[in-house]
């Protein structure tokens, strides 16, 4: 009879363990079957982005993804605003340009090839094309890497 108030307390502390254990569990439960459905998705996207990496390594070198950059490449740096794809008051297109012969402001013609288009981006005032103000940006120089440039040239020379 001396022991039987504190068992009161007891059962109920007991059933309340047991309420929130078993709530416990639940919540466990809903967040691993959540996260096992969440994660499905992501370890697919993540797996199949990887063999995207994987099929764009080997093609770092392939032509046809430098020209890919270089026509984003045309469209970021801006040289869409003056290059369109016929001659314009502005700029001369660039569509056609590679192995034609270009005449310059100084009175000389240049073929044009690789190291002029080069010369073109990095140095826009080495050689003037004639009857076009050197409006160029002589920026490029400093905002465009090597492979950059080497992108941008692929993409010129794509342009018929
Ligand atoms: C603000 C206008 C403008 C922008 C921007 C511009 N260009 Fe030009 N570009 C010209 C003009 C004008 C000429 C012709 C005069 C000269 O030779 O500088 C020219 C000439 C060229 C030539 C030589 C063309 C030829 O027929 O010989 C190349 C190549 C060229 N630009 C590439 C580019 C590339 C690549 C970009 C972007 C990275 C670019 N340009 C951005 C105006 C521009």
């Known amino acids: 009879?001396?022991?039987?108030?504190?068992?009161?307390?007891?059962r109920i502390i007991g059933i309340g363990l047991a309420i929130a254990f078993g709530l416990l569990?639940?919540?466990?439960?809903?967040?691993?079957?959540?996260?096992?459905?969440?994660?499905?998705?992501?370890?697919?996207?993540?797996?199949s982005s990887q063999k995207q990496?994987?099929?764009?390594?080997?093609?770092?070198?392939n032509p046809s993804s430098d020209i890919r950059r270089g026509e984003a490449l045309f469209e970021e740096s801006?040289?869409?605003?003056?290059?369109?794809?016929a001659d314009t008051p502005i700029a001369p297109?660039?569509?056609?340009?590679?192995?034609s012969l270009v005449a310059l402001e100084d009175g000389t013609?240049?073929?044009?090839?690789?190291?002029?288009?080069?010369?073109s981006i990095l140095d826009p005032l080495a050689r003037i094309v004639r009857g076009y103000s050197p409006i160029?940006?002589?920026?490029?120089?400093d905002d465009l890497?090597?492979?950059?440039?080497?992108?941008?040239?692929?993409?010129?020379?794509?342009?018929k």
């Not at 009879?1 to 007891?10: F, G, L």
């Not at 569990?25 to 797996?47: D, E, H, I, R, W």
């Not at 801006?78 to 794809?85: N, R």
């Not at 890497?145 to 040239?153: F, G, H, P, R, S």
């Open 25 to 47: 569990l639940v919540v466990l439960s809903f967040q691993g079957a959540a996260s096992s459905f969440s994660n499905k998705p992501t370890s697919l996207s993540n797996s």
């Open 1 to 10: 009879m001396v022991e039987e108030p504190p068992k009161w307390p007891v």
């Open 93 to 99: 297109t660039l569509h056609g340009i590679n192995g």
């Open 53 to 61: 990496e994987q099929k764009k390594a080997p093609k770092r070198n």
């Open 136 to 141: 160029m940006p002589l920026s490029y120089k």
């Open 145 to 159: 890497t090597d492979k950059e440039v080497q992108a941008l040239i692929a993409y010129i020379k794509s342009l």
């Open 78 to 85: 801006g040289c869409v605003a003056c290059h369109t794809d």
């Open 109 to 119: 013609t240049v073929q044009v090839d690789s190291a002029y288009i080069t010369e």
